[in-house]
């Protein structure tokens, strides 16, 4: 389903509802994230590999560069504390994965497809203990209250899981367009280091990595590994001073993604030596 607004740039932007782009896509994709370590990434080496890009590593994109394929934003206040970057991101991306409450208040016109952002409905615990929609993977562990909130969608049209980092709807979201190859960048996950693209002395989003890590990304991460990763969609790490442990999701370097990607290395060779 499309609709049309006219946002406050005066152009007419076409919403899309997520059921337009679910399985459109294959092969390898790259995840680009904030993290300290994603400013070594050469970008160039993988230009021919789609990107999705979240929050402000949109500033690693050069404006006459390869266009993301997807950019995600779940941060709420990202907009007005990071003008020039969310403008940068919606100008230069072909996908725009957004809240509705930000769509009419676009701050530049663009020719991307808008996407609008929904959450997953809880669990109840006939879904936790039977699973009934294929689609939506839930937690099955029953105690506690925020078990019901965890879990992995399938389907965008159904809703995401948030985790509290934006990796991990990024992830719903590259299995939602049917690529089976996931590289993260910049996934450190690192409180005390920050994001790479701010500096002194600006305005900068609350970060709740570390109050959320054990409770919600880490428990979303193991229920990935567990009950969606196979051999039909893999996940890799490009960080090696990530704090994902490797035993959930594997690490490797860059040229082992490119052997990964050019078919040359199986995956056994990676579970028998970890790097």
Known sequence: METVIVNESGRQAPIMD??????????PVFI???????????????????MITLN???????????RPYFYVCTDTGFAH???????????????????????????????AQIFPLAKAAR????????????????????????????????????????????????????FHLGFNQVFLVGVDLDQSVGRFYETSGQAVSRCHL???????ILPSLKLMAEQVVDEHFAVYNLSATSRIPGAVIPKVT??????????????AFLCSHPV
């Open 18 to 27: 997520f059921a337009a782009c679910r399985g459109i896509a294959e092969g």
């Open 210 to 216: 570390d109050e959320a890590y054990e409770r919600r």
């Open 254 to 267: 860059l040229d082992q993604a490119q052997a990964i990607i050019l078919g040359s290395v199986p995956e």
């Open 56 to 66: 402000g590593a949109i500033s690693m994109f050069p404006e006459q560069g390869p």
């Open 32 to 50: 680009i994230a904030s993290g300290a370590s994603a400013k070594d990434f050469p970008m160039q080496r993988f230009a021919n590999v789609p």
């Open 123 to 174: 669990s109840r615990l006939y879904d936790m203990l039977f699973n009934p929609d294929p689609q939506v993977v839930r937690s099955r562990a029953l105690w506690g209250s925020r078990s019901r909130s965890v879990g992995f969608s399938k389907d965008l049209s159904q809703g995401f899981f948030d985790a509290r980092t934006v990796a991990y709807a990024a992830l719903q979201i590259a």
């Open 81 to 111: 504390q990071q003008p020039d970057l969310y403008a940068k991101a919606v100008r230069l991306s072909q996908r725009l994965a957004i809240w509705p409450d930000e769509i009419e208040s676009l701050p530049v016109p663009t020719k």
